[in-house]
């Protein structure tokens, strides 16, 4: 039997915080196994499933953030569920929007849940799924940050995240976390151009959308005139006679 347990605050003021992101991923875990976590005990809403031929303990600690190890501690106790089959999911400021981090064991990393965890259980032995929230913006309180609502392209990235997380979690039970490792812990694709020019376009900034939008169109040109005006036998000098053996 596996602990999956998702940090976050309770609340509804906490509901779409960065801080959250432990309990958004246990409510997709719980919509693909068709179950529920309301129920209260062990100082956390909880809920059961089944991931491959695993049955697991779904859990979303209500003790605040500070205090996610009394909980843990509490539901490990009482299913008798070792650190090693423990796997928490959280947030991470060090991590870009949207990248994962596996790690099958470790220290806190600053992280006040993480340390707490830690403190309870006596073990840094269990597992963890850490999602990149970004860093803070430049001038902002740290826990303006992690406690402020996803809007927009923020949320919409971040909810993508979610459901690969669920992803990860999911191959940690049925192939083993280096499985998962080797898997998802890859940084995030940067956006293309056209992601950029939406972006200048969305902020009434049209020049510089042009510029990014034209971009690609125009290294696409570029190529194609210089393919056209290239001597007779480079192509096959520069990238071989691609007709011979054909």
């Known amino acids: 039997m596996y602990l999956i347990a998702g940090l976050g605050n309770p609340g509804d003021k906490y509901e779409n915080t960065r801080h959250n992101v432990g309990f958004h991923v246990i409510d997709v875990l719980a919509d693909r196994m068709r179950t529920t976590v309301a129920e209260k005990k062990h100082f956390a ?72 965890i830690i403190a309870h259980l006596g073990s840094q032995d269990f597992k963890r799924v850490r999602v990149g929230i970004g860093g803070k913006p430049e001038g902002w309180d740290l826990a303006d940050y992690v406690l402020g609502q996803l809007k927009g392209d923020d949320r919409e990235t971040m909810e993508k995240a979610y459901r690969t997380a669920a992803d990860a979690v999911e191959t940690m039970v049925t192939e083993g976390g280096e499985a998962a490792m080797t898997r998802f812990n890859k940084k995030p694709k940067k956006k293309k151009k056209a992601a950029e020019a939406q972006k200048a376009a969305d902020a009434g900034n049209e020049p510089e959308a042009t510029a990014a939008a034209d971009a690609g169109s125009k290294l696409e040109e570029t190529a194609a005139a210089a393919e056209e005006n290239r001597p007779e036998g480079a192509a096959a000098e520069a990238g071989g006679n691609t007709s011979a053996g054909a």
Do not use: W
């Open 45 to 116: 809403l909880t809920g059961r499933g089944v991931i491959g031929a695993e049955r697991v303990i779904l859990a979303k600690p209500q003790t605040y953030m500070n205090n996610s190890g009394q909980s843990l501690r509490a539901i490990a106790d009482f299913y008798k569920i070792p650190p090693e089959d423990i796997i928490v999911i959280s947030d991470d400021i060090d991590l870009e929007e949207g990248q994962l981090r596996i790690r099958l064991k470790g220290s806190a990393g600053g992280h006040n849940g993480l340390k707490s």
